[in-house]
C-alpha cells in the first residue's frame, strides 16, 4: 500500500469497532460508579434516634426523634411503636417536620412497669421506596443503640423501670408496730403503778 492509498475497509472497521468497544466501557464504568453512590446515598440516610425522657416511667407519654440526611425525596415517616414484653404492636404514628431533617411525634400511649417497648420508623419517598430505620442488613450502623427484635423486625428498645416501693409513713414501723408499742408502753407504766403502791 502506498502512503496515497487510503486504509482498506477492513481496518477502518477495526478502528470503528474498538472506539464503539471503548465508548460502551466507559459508558457502562459511569453507570456503575452512579449506581454506587445512590446505594451509598441510600444506606446514609440515618443520623439519630432518640425518645424523650431517655427513661420513661410508668405512665409516662414521650416523644421520638429521628434525624436524617439525604432527604430530598423524602415524603413522610411513620414511627412503630410495640410492647416487645407482649409482643403487641399500636397503629403507626405520623411523624412531623419543619426542615425535612428531624422528624418528631409525641406518643401518649400508657407504659406499663417492667415491661420493654420498641420503635422503628419508616421512611417514605417520593419515588416509593421504603427505608426501615433501624435497617435489618445495617445493623452495625447502630451498634451504640438498644435494639430489640420482634418477629423477624427490629427496633429501638428501651425498658420501664418497675415502680420503686413507697416507704412507709411511720418512719419505717411496720402498722401492727405502732399499736403493739402503745400496749407495751402502758404495760409499763401500769406496773410502775402497782409497784409504786406496794
Not at 502506498?2 to 477495526?14: A, D, K, L, V
Not at 434516634?49 to 423524602?74: C, G, R, S, Y
Request: hydrophobic letters at 35%.
Amino acid at each position: 500500500m502506498n502512503g496515497n492509498e487510503s486504509p482498506s475497509i477492513s481496518t477502518r472497521s477495526s478502528i470503528n469497532g474498538l472506539t464503539l468497544t471503548c465508548l460502551v466501557l466507559l459508558v457502562s464504568i459511569s453507570l456503575l460508579l452512579s449506581f454506587g453512590s445512590s446505594v451509598r446515598a441510600e444506606t446514609s440516610e440515618f443520623v439519630d434516634a432518640f425518645h424523650d425522657p431517655d427513661e420513661p416511667d410508668k405512665d409516662d407519654a414521650f416523644e421520638m426523634t429521628l434525624m436524617i440526611d439525604q432527604v430530598e425525596n423524602v415524603t413522610g415517616v411513620e414511627v412503630y411503636v410495640c410492647t416487645i414484653t407482649e409482643g403487641q404492636c399500636y397503629s403507626p404514628l405520623d411523624m412531623e417536620s419543619s426542615d425535612n431533617e428531624t422528624w418528631t411525634v409525641f406518643n401518649a400511649a400508657t407504659l406499663k412497669a417492667g415491661h420493654t417497648y420498641g420503635y422503628k420508623f419508616l421512611v417514605e419517598t417520593s419515588d416509593g421506596d421504603e427505608v426501615e430505620i433501624p435497617d435489618k442488613n445495617n445493623l452495625s450502623d447502630y451498634d451504640s443503640y438498644s435494639i430489640v427484635e420482634l418477629s423477624g423486625a427490629y427496633y429501638f428498645g428501651f425498658e420501664v423501670q418497675s415502680a420503686p416501693e413507697a416507704p412507709d409513713d411511720d418512719g419505717g414501723l411496720p402498722a401492727p408496730g405502732l399499736p403493739l408499742m402503745l400496749i407495751g408502753m402502758s404495760l409499763a407504766l401500769a406496773l410502775r403503778r402497782i409497784r409504786a403502791t406496794h
